[in-house]
Every structure is written in C-alpha cells, then in structure tokens.
C-alpha cells in the first residue's frame, strides 16, 4: 500500500487547503478514500451520535501536479484511513506561500501522512517544514461501511439562497432555538422557521428556483404529482446546520437542498471541482 503526492501550483494548493477547512470545521475525524482518479472525505456517523453523514468528492488532477497510489490489492485498487482533518488543515495553514507540498504515507512508528512544505529561502537550498499526521488504515472488511448515500427520494428540492445570507439569517435564529424549520415547496419558496413558547419567526425566500431531477426511467421523482404551493418540512438541529454554512470556505457554484419531510435535510454543494454533501436528520 503505497501513497504520494505533490501540489505545486499555489492556486491549487490554496484551494485544497480551502477544501480542508470546511471539512475540518463539519466533521472531528473522518475517513480519507484514496482512488486513481478521487480523493473521498467520507463522514458516516451512526445516528445514535446525531446521524450526520458528509461525502465529499475530489477530482485528483485538478489540484495535483504528481499522484501515485498503489491500494491494498490490484482489484481492490483503494485506501481508507482515519483522520483528524483538523491536522491536515494545520499542517497546510505552514504551505500559504510554499513553493511545493508533497503528502507521502509513511509507516515509521505507526501509520502518518506525512506533509513536507517546502518554503522559498534566500540561499539556493531550500528550506522544508514536515509534519507528521496519524492516520488509521481502515481494513478492507469495513470499507463498505464507507459507500456513497444515495440520494433520498425527497419530497421537495430546491436550490439555496445565497449562503451568505443564510448564514446571517441562520445565526440570528440560534440565540432564539436549538431547532430550526426548513421548509419548501415546488414554486421555489423556501422558509427557515423558529417556534418557540416565546417568539416565532420566519424568514421567506422567494423565486429561488426547482432543481429539475430525473430518475432512472427518465420521469421526474417523488415529487412528480405534488402539488406545487405545498410545503415539505423538516425540523432539524440549529447548530449543525450553522456549522455547514459557517464551514464554507469555497464558494459553491451551485447549492441545493432535498427535504424529506420530518425524516432529512439533503445539501449538496458543488464546485467546479468539488462536490460536498450533508446530511442533516429531522429531530422528532
């Protein structure tokens, strides 16, 4: 099992490290699924510790210069490992200006991602910061634990507004309630609702636009034969829904979300090289 790789580019390496940011503000530890072509941050928590599930897909040409990989077994051409992204995302606040990152798997003491940054230096030799992250190799027999979630059969799918302004709406809500409403319909109307003993408010959104989705036989999904006006809802934990917005460092190019009423909230963000999903349940 061998890994390496090297960003060169600073544009790319500023923009992984964007990438990581956000994944170490939305999940404490996740799995790191390295293929020939993708890197995965996969976050599948069971629902006893709240249910969040994150997938996060890279493509590995689009940010770097030189990727080897050489997975457990020749059909089974992968690795997982365990890490604390948090780690990463340290290790690559030293690489803001360096002339090249090279991530390599080592195995001294025990399993690390090792991150040599090397810095410009005035004399002709060059000056290198390494930092040395412990990573879990996840065995094969667990991988499946780690598959992609499929795409809830939603009720309502609608894009969002802009992130920004949710995140400000968002924020003044969390002072009020632990919980917030999400709800929407299929004319593009989206609300976020607080209901307490005390206060209730409501922002609206209007004309935010439909997603057009298509199943596999080519019909429209589950919420073919809705009617249009009518709202799904669901209710679900202010704060993590608060540290999804808070998290984005990279502006997506486009963000959705599916709401299954009172079971899910399904976001999809996506960039021109980078697709983040998250899912948040509905509290009872």
């Known amino acids: 099992m061998r890994f390496r790789a090297k960003i060169v580019d600073l544009a790319c390496l500023n923009h992984f490290s964007r990438v990581i940011n956000t994944i170490a503000k939305l999940a404490k530890t996740c799995t790191l699924r390295l293929t020939v072509s993708k890197l995965y941050f996969i976050l599948s928590d069971k629902v006893a510790n709240g249910g969040i599930s994150m997938w996060c897909e890279l493509c590995q040409g689009n940010f770097?210069?030189?990727?080897?990989?050489?997975?457990?077994a020749a059909e089974h051409n992968e690795i997982y490992l365990e890490l604390v992204?948090?780690?990463?995302?340290?290790?690559?606040?030293?690489?803001?200006?360096?002339?090249?990152?090279?991530?390599?798997?080592?195995n001294k003491h025990c399993p690390c991602l090792r991150v040599a940054v090397e810095l410009p230096s005035l004399s002709s030799s060059s000056r290198f910061v390494t930092h040395d992250i412990p990573v879990g190799v996840i065995p094969?027999?667990?991988?499946n634990d780690f598959r992609e979630p499929s795409v809830p059969e939603f009720d309502v799918s609608i894009y969002l507004p802009v992130l920004k302004t949710m995140k400000s709406v968002v924020e003044r809500m969390k002072n009020l309630s632990n919980s917030i409403v999400i709800e929407a319909n299929l004319s593009g109307e989206m609300n976020l609702k607080i209901e307490t003993d005390l206060v209730s408010v409501t922002t609206h959104f209007k004309d935010l636009g439909n997603?057009?989705?298509a199943s596999e036989d080519g019909c429209q999904s589950s919420a073919q034969g809705r009617d249009l006006e009518s709202m799904a809802e669901a209710r679900i934990d202010i704060?993590?829904?608060?540290?999804?917005?808070?998290?984005?460092q990279v502006n997506p190019t486009k963000a959705l979300c599916n709401i299954v009423s009172k079971r899910i909230v399904h976001f999809i963000l996506l960039h021109e090289d980078v697709s983040l999903q998250y899912f948040i349940p509905a509290l009872a």
Do not use: C, H, Y
Not at 239 to 248: D, E, H, I, T, V
């Open 140 to 143: 094969r027999r667990l991988w």
């Open 239 to 248: 704060k993590k829904l608060q540290q999804l917005l808070a998290g984005q």
């Open 64 to 72: 770097f210069d030189e990727f080897q990989m050489e997975g457990v």
């Open 85 to 106: 992204p948090e780690n990463l995302s340290r290790a690559l606040k030293t690489a803001q200006s360096a002339k090249a990152v090279k991530i390599k798997l080592t």
């Open 211 to 213: 997603p057009p989705w």
